[in-house]
């Protein structure tokens, strides 16, 4: 038994409710949840003091969803690249080589919302020029240039929500019996918003024993693509591609006084990649859409609020909008946030996000098949892997709260995985209580990390999904990874911060980490003589550049 | 004794004659001629049939050389980037970081040929903003933008010729007695081509033992410069930095109709390196650079052929402007070329020049002490490393003749060696006999190598000083290598060819090779949608085109 108890969460499921006392009791966890596709067992308040609820404001209620087909969530693609052989006209299918299962095209005012491009010179087809064949799902340039290559930017229509085709595929559930394939719904749609908000009242109601409503998350997810085989096409966790409606544009328009193109979202097949120094359009578009999903997402939370509940945000999945290191996000009134984590930098990624009491870090692994299985399967291995990157970060930033995510049954087939975690939780709870939870001693001065982003992405640069290693970019997160577990304040700085008011007095190093061309590095920003003018006079005033 | 002997040519020097009898017959050499540095024995011409002799036309006098100091040859340098500290008067030293035996600046005209300019903007500084003073060296720039970076591209005259400095330098030569430090002079300058065409009619009056003359080489050297401390700083064997000067200037915009700036010479410090796109200037001050030099070359041979004897050209050092695959190339009438190869590809770069029928390799290692030595040096490891690798081309493109270069004294120091170099040369002879100076069967196509500079480079990409191993460009130097020993016949295209006219019907294969924004991959070509839009047809048409 655990020398102390608390600041841990379990996920649990139904049918083994024995196991689960001894686990909780093991682990000396102090809140429970389920799962995307299990359900909370009936001993849930029985076990601990805290039950947790995954709730889903964008899906969930299939037969609404089947009821209004027009409210699906929209996302912006891009066909293949098809080369015209001659100058007959050129037949493009738009969805070819994408999931069946998870897009059909959206027609609402092609012409307005679709863009055909000739991808060899830049030029944008004009409308006149091609037609679309909805039976056929195709669009046919009339007169293209022979070699040239061609692709239409398209809205599309997402009819299975990202993370739960994720969750099925990986798990192969995608094709058992009873397991509904749940279509989102967009709450800038007819009636979603209205809808939401009853169903959540509704809900609260039925749950009583849910003391902590964990939303996941709000109403865009991240852009997660499949192909035509089912596999991962295009994932970008930061990207707002499936944020887009024609609803959504039109307000946009309205309010911004200039119209967003689909070349503005589709960047000729990158979909406004962080790595991509981000253009005006984007900014613009990130910051509108931040201050609708905070006002929304503030009008759930308070209504979990009146009915005497915590409301929880997951970092992750429908999280798009929330923006956490933005200037909208404090407005929402979370009382906590919980992500997952694999290294130290998305650790702090978590602990420092401003304007939320508390942070909970759901380690990795999951308990998913992909880790627990017996076919070469090393959950302790790779427990220990995550423990000992992310408690660098922990000791430096200190963190409400610990969990696991996935589904416990696999976990329970692991005695020594099960065993190890028992010993990870206790070291949490030791650390905590040791450092009373201040921060611990750093060194006198603030290292400054300059990028296109700034302080919007804090600890969130250089990272594909999470911490995975990717060729591209681990050289540069490394700098990260390091000093999210060094004594230093870490400050994230925009190239337009140095440029409207120099470097601030508090940086003693400023970080320039990142490839050529890229957001991170800068790319054409360094252009400006003036970034260039302003980082010489702070070097000669003393500061520290260091470009990586 | 070798089983046959000839198509070998050896250094020889004063003062070992008789282990000079020895190693002639030992290798089978049938020529003989001095280097750098050593005069021809007495005994020559009893040695062997065939007495080359190295004659430098644009050095060696240095009596007239002191006598006419306005006629030193030019070279284009760029001081040191200096960052302004404030807005008060900035002085820049122009030769600081230059080696002070090579260079000294050229005080004409300096509105004319000197350049300041603003790096951190890209503006030039008009020469009313700035001054020179000759006593000290330096220009003083009135009013500088604080924190910009300023640099002074100016003319410098060289002081020492360029591989004499290298050949002292790496000797250990450039401080004994005796030994001059020559200065080369520039035929279009007052008074020197009428020099040099009596200086080589009184040489070859003098000279009766010689029958070749081996031309080392004609006006222009390729781009050699030393630092402070006498090392290499920059090199570039392909370069032009060297080739100008105020009556170049001058004659090249009477005849162009537009004047060339420093900034085309200097390139930001580029110095028109062969990996950057080369810009218009470039292209038309080759074009004019090598007329002048096939001209003046060709008086020079008709004067050599009509003393009875024969011309050969040594591809290095001076070669600048005889471009052996441009257009003007046969005019200059040789009876040979000799150039020292490192690889299969430097090889062909030899073998395959067009309008001349001798082509003789200098095979490595140079008889210098840098791997003639008893401390480490491996003589016979690097000859047998070189002769494995150009014995692939040899056996593709018949080589009329071999030899070595250096001082043979320091080879004499090492029997396994000269053991080694009687068979590669006995085993030279024999391919050649072997094949009966025919190339051997090629597949019925050819292969294209396209990139921007097409035939004039031919076998010349993706190299730095021959054969050295560079990390920029070895991955790419391996497509050339590679072919370079294999059965297809290779032909350099540009891309300026296949905009005009697609890709020529005997192409097979064409290949692109090399990183982003190089002059061999293409960098800005590729803008242009008519090569996609030729490419894409050819390929359609059944070309293959491999992208590396």
Redesign the interface.
């Known amino acids: 038994m655990p020398r102390s108890t608390g600041r841990v969460t379990l996920p649990i499921q139904e049918g083994i409710d024995d196991q689960l006392r001894e686990l909780v009791a093991l682990l000396g966890a102090d809140a429970v949840r389920n799962s995307d596709g299990t359900d909370l067992p009936a001993i849930a308040s029985e076990l601990v003091d805290t039950v947790y609820s995954t709730y889903f404001p964008a899906r969930g209620d299939q037969d609404f969803a089947l009821a209004h087909p027009e409210t699906l969530i929209n996302q912006y693609l891009m066909s293949e690249r098809v080369?015209a052989?001659s100058t007959q006209p050129l037949v493009i299918e738009v969805l070819a080589g994408y999931f069946a299962d998870q897009f059909q095209p959206c027609y609402e005012r092609v012409e307005r919302f679709w863009e055909v491009i000739d991808r060899?010179?830049g030029e944008v087809v004009p409308p006149e020029d091609w037609s679309v064949d909805r039976e056929r799902g195709t669009v046919t340039i009339a007169r293209p240039?022979?070699?040239?290559?061609y692709t239409v930017s398209f809205l599309a229509e997402q009819l299975w929500d990202s993370t739960q085709m994720y969750n099925y595929i990986t798990n192969g559930w995608q094709d058992e019996p009873g397991r509904v394939k749940e279509r989102p719904y967009d709450v800038r749609k007819n009636g979603v918003w209205e809808h939401t908000r009853e169903a959540l009242a509704a809900w609260l109601e039925e749950h009583p024993e849910v003391d902590v409503v964990r939303f996941t998350t709000f109403f865009y997810h991240f852009t997660l693509v499949f192909n035509a085989e089912g596999r991962e096409r295009f994932v970008d966790w930061f990207g707002y591609s499936a944020s887009v409606s024609p609803e959504a544009m039109d307000a946009f328009e309205a309010e911004y006084g200039y119209a967003l193109r689909a070349e503005d979202f589709v960047d000729a097949g990158y979909y406004n990649s962080p790595f991509r120094p981000p253009s005006r359009a984007l900014r613009d578009w990130i910051d509108f859409t931040s201050r609708f999903v905070a006002a929304r997402a503030k009008e759930l939370v308070d209504l979990v609020h009146s009915r005497g509940r915590q409301a929880m945000m997951f970092l992750g999945d429908n999280w798009i909008g929330t923006e956490p290191y933005g200037p909208h996000f404090a407005s929402i009134g979370l009382d906590a946030v919980v992500g997952s984590a694999g290294s130290a930098a998305t650790t702090r990624l978590i602990s420092d996000i401003p304007g939320v009491e508390c942070t909970e870090v759901r380690f990795l692994p999951y308990f998913f098949p992909d880790v627990f299985n017996h076919d070469g399967g090393d959950p302790v291995g790779q427990a220990n892997d995550f423990w000992l990157s992310s408690r660098r970060a922990i000791v430096r930033r200190p963190l409400e709260r610990m969990g696991y995510g996935g589904y416990v049954s696999l976990a329970l087939e692991f005695p020594d995985f099960v065993a190890r975690a028992a010993e990870i939780c206790q070291e949490f709870r030791d650390i905590h209580d040791l450092s009373g939870g201040q921060e611990p001693w750093c060194a006198p001065f603030t290292v400054g990390i300059v990028n296109s982003w700034g302080a919007l992405r804090s600890w969130q640069t250089h990272m594909v999904a999470h911490a995975q290693w990717y060729k591209a970019c681990y050289t540069y997160a490394g700098v990260l990874e390091s000093l999210a577990g060094l004594p230093f304040t870490v400050r994230f700085l925009s190239f337009d911060e140095v440029l409207d008011g120099g470097v601030p007095e508090d940086i003693g190093v400023l970080i320039n980490a990142g490839a050529a061309a890229t957001a991170f590095s800068g790319g054409p920003v360094w252009d400006d003589?003036r970034l260039?003018?302003?980082l010489?006079?702070w070097v000669?005033r003393g500061g520290g550049l260091i470009g990586v």
């Open positions: 080369t052989p060899t010179t240039r022979a070699w040239h290559v003589p260039a003018e302003a010489r006079a000669a």
